[in-house]
């Protein structure tokens, strides 16, 4: 009964490649998320995503796409791999409803790229 | 750039009150501001939400003054399970920009 789920929890790759992680949330929320956690801890928003609109972090290389099949679902498509891009990456989802802030986090997907 | 900051570290004892203040100068008007529990190899958790002054629920209370720039997490009576990292995030329409962190230790 996982609210917020990714796989693959750990990710092994050589730089230059294409990989994808999968999210996948049963909370029936309208909003997902991903974001980026590197060594030092700090979390940073990648996009936040509902059926009208996708926000994406000025920040954010488009070597990185979020791509939604359903509600469900927002999957992170990551090409031409950097050995900068090692991090742990969550997945989040929350209702889109006035003053209901609570996001959900998926376990995370840690990232090495050799 | 607005800029989320909290202290780096906290040590506590157990059956101490402990309280993490952040501070979110750029704070917007719509924004709620949520903190997180996280622990090692885990996704955040949702602790508490509020937009001004005092909010209690079983597990922490949160203070936000009226200028809200800043807010303070209160622990009350941790145990060694509070062992974690906490971060504020200012939550609403704008940018989502979670706080630096803050490692609190529990001591036996």
């Known amino acids: 009964d996982t609210a917020v789920s990714q796989t693959p929890k750990y990710l092994v790759t050589q730089m230059g490649n294409d990989k994808s992680i999968k999210c996948e949330q049963n909370?029936?929320?309208?909003?997902m998320y991903w974001y980026k956690q590197d060594s030092k801890k700090f979390l940073k928003i990648m996009f936040s995503?509902?059926?009208?609109?996708?926000?994406i972090n000025e920040t954010v290389p488009n070597r990185f796409s979020p791509k939604s099949p359903d509600k469900a679902h927002l999957n992170l498509h990551i090409n031409s791999l950097e050995l900068g891009d090692s991090a742990v990456y969550f997945c989040a989802s929350s209702q889109d409803k006035a003053e209901v802030y609570e996001q959900y986090f998926g376990p995370g997907t840690r990232l090495t790229v050799t | 750039l607005a800029k989320t900051t909290q202290p780096i570290s906290m040590d506590s004892y157990e059956g101490q009150e402990v309280n993490i203040t952040c501070s979110h100068n750029n704070i917007a008007t719509n924004d709620y501001i949520t903190w997180y529990q996280q622990f090692p190899s885990q996704g955040p958790r949702f602790i508490i939400q509020g937009y001004k002054t005092k909010v209690t629920n079983e597990v922490a209370s949160l203070f936000i003054p009226a200028d809200r720039k800043s807010s303070t997490l209160s622990l009350p009576r941790v145990s060694l399970s509070d062992t974690a990292v906490y971060y504020c995030l200012p939550f609403g329409n704008e940018k989502l920009t979670f706080g630096t962190g803050t490692r609190l230790t529990i001591i036996p």
């Open positions: 995503y509902n059926n009208k609109e996708l926000i």
């Open positions: 909370l029936g929320h309208d909003t």
